[in-house]
């Protein structure tokens, strides 16, 4: 079992930055894909980011690719999501998921385990 704790969501400005953290608990998760995916409203969850379980490596969202920087820390099952260059389109509601599957997956389905999520606004 794993829960997941985002923070560090709020209200910039567009242009500014903004870096979410999230915290997992009840089990290491060293092992598993820690993906951020976002909802606007009206809009389907997207993927936005995932650091891929025991190596680390990184894939982006076209739309997020060059302006957010995905990194976990394994020892303290953390993981955050540095948001730079933030724009009107980012702003919605965050959420840090956990994926125990072999491979790797941007789709919101594949992921076992969510946190509560955090709100980012962004204004112009």
């Known amino acids: 079992q794993v829960q997941l704790v985002e923070s560090g969501g709020g209200l910039v400005q567009a242009g500014g930055s903004l870096r979410l953290s999230c915290t997992a608990s009840?089990?290491?998760?060293?092992?598993?894909?820690l993906g951020w995916f976002r909802q606007a409203p009206g809009k389907e969850r997207e993927f936005v980011a995932v650091?891929?379980?025991?190596?680390?490596?990184?894939w982006y969202a076209d739309s997020v690719k060059g302006r957010f920087t995905i990194s976990r820390d394994f020892p303290k099952d953390t993981v955050q999501l540095e948001m730079n260059n933030l724009e009107s389109g980012d702003t919605a509601v965050y959420y840090c998921?956990?994926?125990?599957?072999?491979?790797?997956?941007?789709?919101?389905?594949?992921?076992?385990?969510w946190g509560r999520g955090t709100q980012v606004t962004v204004s112009s």
């Open positions: 998921a956990a994926d125990g599957g072999r491979s790797w997956s941007i789709q919101a389905e594949r992921y076992d385990y």
């Open positions: 009840g089990r290491s998760i060293s092992s598993y894909h």
């Open positions: 650091s891929k379980g025991n190596s680390g490596a990184e």
